[in-house]
């Protein structure tokens, strides 16, 4: 028995397993906590992206609205300060050039006062610039940046604030713990698969059917079901069939869903389904140029899967232009009647899936007939 919905649950962050809370078995909610992973680390992150959001915001609203009027001030009156001192330092320029020209200063004081004027200078142009600039205001691509780095800091608190809620894992179904695979204490990694929860009120019937019937199941088809656990029969349906045979086992898989979903059986008890089928018949009547002989064996050639392969066969009846064969073919199986030398192209004609039984009870041995050719 397995359920319709299987949710495989993995840690979505890497870290230490602080609890786990449930065990195989418990029935769980949808939402319901699983286990616990340690958030001390994740806490921490969070806390430095909402510290970096907060600065990022802070910058980005300064330069949206300019500089502040108490600002510009201080820098005006760096300025004024700036130009003054420039101003005293230019007034002694004359005279300090003739004292040093007539010898009285001396070249080590003319340099000094050369740099001290220059160093004036310079305060003027830095305060000069910066008080144009606030006045002017921030530059576009200044509040682009300043949006830019906010946006990423953003993202990045948001991030941080997902993976700490990541730390609860969750169950995103209703149903049983079928599988545990994490114990408290344990390092688990981003997407190591740690629970398996299975919904118990939508229960498949997984089965297999031979090749030789596989052909004449289809989804809708009625089946009749019995468990082991409940030691009862339900009906039920064909719900999905498998896309290609088991080439190990030779059937295809099919599951198959109970028509009432009251009382349904345990997940991972056993059961059985039986589905009625039309009887097969137990030989069939082909053309004798059609059945080929290889070291004293019987064959046909059949089309599998788009190639040609031989198909041992055994003739019961001799009828000259046509023998009865009874092993070797089932439903749906193209039979080759012209192959050409290169077995590229050539025609084909297909095994019937089921015959009405006889009045006598026996199954004839139909003749395959050339209206179902085909080509491949």
């Known amino acids: 028995m397995v359920s319709q919905e299987i949710a495989h649950i993995h840690s979505e962050v890497t870290g230490l397993v602080q609890k786990v809370l449930v065990r195989e078995g418990d029935a769980v909610s949808a939402g319901e906590v699983l286990a616990e992973l340690d958030p001390v680390d994740f806490q921490l992150n969070l806390s430095i992206a909402t510290a970096e959001r907060e600065r990022a915001q802070a910058d980005f609203e300064r330069k949206s609205r300019g500089y502040r009027p108490e600002d510009v001030d201080t820098i005006r009156a760096r300025l004024e300060n700036a130009r003054a001192l420039y101003l005293l330092e230019e007034t002694n320029l004359d005279r300090n050039r003739t004292l040093h020209d007539s010898g009285v200063m001396t070249d080590r004081d003319w340099v000094v ?185 019987h064959f046909v050639w059949v089309v599998l899967d788009g190639t040609l392969s031989q198909r041992k066969v055994a003739i019961v009846e001799d009828h000259g232009d046509e ?31 089921y015959i009405p039984i006889g009045t006598d009870g026996v199954s004839p041995a139909p003749s395959l007939s050339l209206s179902d050719m085909k080509s491949y």
Do not use: C
């Not at 140029?289 to 004293?296: A, F, K, P, S, T």
């Not at 070797?328 to 012209?338: A, K």
């Open 323 to 353: 023998v009865v064969i009874r092993v070797g073919l089932e439903p749906g199986t193209p039979v080759v009647v012209s192959p050409p030398s290169d077995f590229r192209v050539g025609m084909a004609v297909e095994v019937q899936p």
């Open 113 to 297: 006062f050369q740099k001290r004027l220059d160093a004036a200078k310079a305060l003027v142009n830095s305060a000069s610039a910066e008080l144009a600039k606030m006045l002017a205001g921030y530059e576009t691509y200044d509040i682009q940046e300043a949006s830019a780095t906010l946006s990423l800091a953003r993202s990045r608190e948001k991030l941080a604030q997902r993976d700490l809620e990541q730390t609860h894992i969750r169950s995103p179904i209703k149903g049983v713990v079928t599988r545990r695979a994490v114990e408290t204490g344990q390092q688990v990694a981003s997407m190591d698969n740690i629970f398996e929860i299975q919904d118990p009120d939508l229960v498949w019937l997984f089965a297999e059917i031979g090749e030789k019937n596989a052909s004449r199941i289809d989804i809708g088809q009625a089946a009749e079901i019995h468990s082991d656990a409940t030691g009862s029969l339900a009906p039920g349906r064909v719900a999905r069939l498998g896309k290609a045979l088991n080439f190990s086992t030779h059937s295809l898989p099919l599951w198959i869903a109970w028509k009432e979903t009251i009382d349904l059986p345990p997940i991972g008890s056993f059961a059985y389904a039986r589905i009625n089928l039309d009887p097969l018949p137990e030989s069939y009547t082909l053309q004798r140029q059609w059945v080929h002989l290889n070291d004293e064996s």
